[in-house]
């Protein structure tokens, strides 16, 4: 499908978030174990460049605090559940068990209780990067997953129509009618499946620390802004 060409490549991501479990099993104290690092969810309206933006703003945390920070979203996340090894290996790196996970799932819609296992493995996920740190999630619902979780910075991107007709049209190669109908369907179907499973909206403005302009400010700007405000908090 064409949209599949908004999505950056898994392996390097996944390269990241093999280089953050093992720095999570070598060469650091008990105490600083201890102390997650920040995790950042970004979530964005359909058309909005957040992973321009995700992938700018994990060059710069890197940059900043010298470590390394996993990027995250459904595909990569998607293919850790699919790869049995790697998801035992790398959910043992991170901690599987999260008493948070399932008290907090406890609290959301009844469909958790006979949803199927890929997207409960799923979020056990999220919740168990967003504990561990150095985190960058992008979209799968994580800013509603994570919401109660200290360590957790949330932040959405949201744009005109106009500008988003015109990112997806270039993106992907289509016209700015295709783009339009695109928008429509992936940005309903977003909305649906999180009130659907989390019983929230995640268009919610209370649920976020800020909430950009996308229209107004560049995937470069967001970057710089986000990583500023998470490394001086």
Known sequence: MAEKRLIPSIEKRLESLIEVGRRNLSGYSVKEKEKAGPTITISREFGCEGYPAAEKLQALLQEKTGKAWALMDKALLEEVAR????????????????????DMMSTFSPHWQNDKD????????????????????????????????????????????????????????????????????????????????????????????????????????????????????
């Open 83 to 102: 790869n049995h090894h790697l998801s035992t290996d790398v959910l043992k790196h991170l901690g599987e068990k999260n008493s948070f996970l399932d």
């Open 118 to 233: 890929a997207y409960k493995l799923l979020c056990r996920q999220i919740v168990a990067f967003a504990a561990a740190g150095n985190a960058i999630i992008v979209g799968v619902g994580a800013s509603i997953l994570t919401q109660k979780m200290g360590n957790c910075h949330h932040f959405r991107l949201i744009a005109p129509a106009e500008f988003k007709k015109a990112s997806i049209a270039r993106r992907l190669a289509v016209t700015t009618d295709e783009a339009e109908k695109l928008i429509s369907r992936k940005q309903r179907q977003r909305e649906d499946f999180i009130k659907d499973f989390l019983g929230r909206d995640v268009a919610d403005p209370t649920l976020y620390h800020l909430i950009f302009n996308n229209g107004k400010n560049s995937a470069e700007q967001i970057a710089a802004t986000i990583c500023h405000y998470v490394l001086s908090r």
